[in-house]
């Protein structure tokens, strides 16, 4: 089992920024797309951003422009970097990556526990 480390999150202003981080653990013949989803209250939970190991990436509509996703492979990490914050991304944001496990002819997919992001108005 590989144990996602997200890091980031927190509370603040509408308008401003944060940045999320994921760190992957160990060793891998290859991570495929890393992703990042979030879940509101009573609602589910939705792609916000992916990207592939070839760095192609695609955003929800809603924070096209506002949200960059982004990662580096030498580190294992994928970051979604948050501008123009609003009420409504307030979330809880989660981590997902696509890993090739050496030895396993079958990947995996593994989620990060989650971190909450609240934008206050």
């Known amino acids: 089992q590989v144990q996602l480390v997200e890091s980031g999150g927190g509370l603040v202003q509408a308008g401003g920024s944060m940045r999320l981080s994921c760190v992957v653990p160990?060793?891998?013949?290859?991570?495929?797309?890393m992703a990042w989803y979030r879940q509101a209250p009573g609602k589910e939970r939705e792609l916000v951003a992916d990207i592939t190991s070839g760095g192609t990436t695609t955003y929800l509509d809603s924070v096209k422009g506002r949200f960059t996703i982004s990662r580096d492979n030498a580190k294992n990490t994928v970051s979604l970097q948050m501008n123009s914050l609003k009420p409504e991304d307030s979330a809880v944001y989660y981590c997902?990556?696509?890993?090739?496990?050496?030895?396993?002819?079958?990947?995996?997919?593994?989620w990060g526990q989650g971190t909450q992001v609240t934008v206050s108005s």
């Open positions: 997902n990556v696509a890993v090739q496990r050496w030895g396993y002819p079958m990947g995996n997919i593994y």
């Open positions: 160990g060793s891998f013949r290859s991570i495929n797309t």
